[in-house]
């Protein structure tokens, strides 16, 4: 019962945004093990095109040794279920207006593929060119306290350093609630076969929106 008094307090603060044709450039920029969060920046991608914005769905460069890959059955088939997607560079952040990060937590922090990624973009920075880019994130874990939010926050941290945008989805949407209540980014348990427990599309998708539309505001007060 406090719960769901809880819940319905909180709704009051939600807001519907009302959203159209939005002249954003969108990178989605993930890493995946077996496929969750390739699934997330589908979800993500989705979204994005649902706005007639302009997404590139990205992984970051695998770390793994081919014999650690095919020694897990989901990790060889999603790594060959997925070797025509792009690999993101440094080109591509500088193309971008907006960025959504997903990334599994390993050990409560970021994959060490995402990890080695966002190292590299010294250059952009020394540059200035990462200022200003608006940012958000998204994670996956095996148990419902497994790192999802501290891996979301590590990301964070880098975009800090980067004097990014952070625009997380807080709770300014039912589908937060439905999706199990993360403000900091949306966040999905993930069991031993690779099966989502939390429903989180929805979430995703309105992440997505709310990205783009801060990245619309953004650009527009640019000109």
Request: avoid cysteine.
């Amino acid at each position: 019962m406090i719960d769901d008094d809880r819940a319905n307090r909180n709704k009051k603060i939600i807001r519907k945004e009302s959203y159209s044709v939005i002249d954003v450039r969108l990178a989605v920029i993930y890493y995946s093990s077996s496929g969750t969060n390739y699934q997330l920046a589908k979800w993500a991608e989705e979204a994005a095109r649902d706005l007639n914005a302009e997404v590139r769905v990205l992984k970051v460069e695998e770390l793994a040794s081919p014999e650690a890959i095919n020694s897990n059955p989901l990790w060889k088939k999603h790594a060959e279920d997925t070797k025509n997607i792009p690999v993101a560079t440094s080109d591509d952040l500088d193309w971008a207006d907006a960025i959504i990060f997903s990334s599994p937590t390993r050990f409560g922090n970021v994959a060490s593929q995402m990890k080695q990624f966002i190292d590299k973009q010294g250059g952009l920075w020394a540059e200035g060119k990462l200022v200003n880019k608006v940012v958000s994130a998204m994670s996956s874990a095996q148990n419902p306290h497994g790192g999802q939010e501290t891996t979301i926050h590590a990301i964070y941290k880098s975009m800090f350093h980067w004097g990014a945008i952070i625009v997380p989805p807080g709770f300014s949407d039912a589908s937060i609630f439905k999706s199990g209540g993360n403000p900091y980014g949306t966040s999905v348990t993930v069991d031993q076969h690779g099966r989502m427990i939390e429903d989180v599309q929805d979430a995703v998708k309105y992440q997505t929106k709310r990205v783009i539309t801060v990245a619309e505001w953004v650009k527009k007060g640019k000109k």
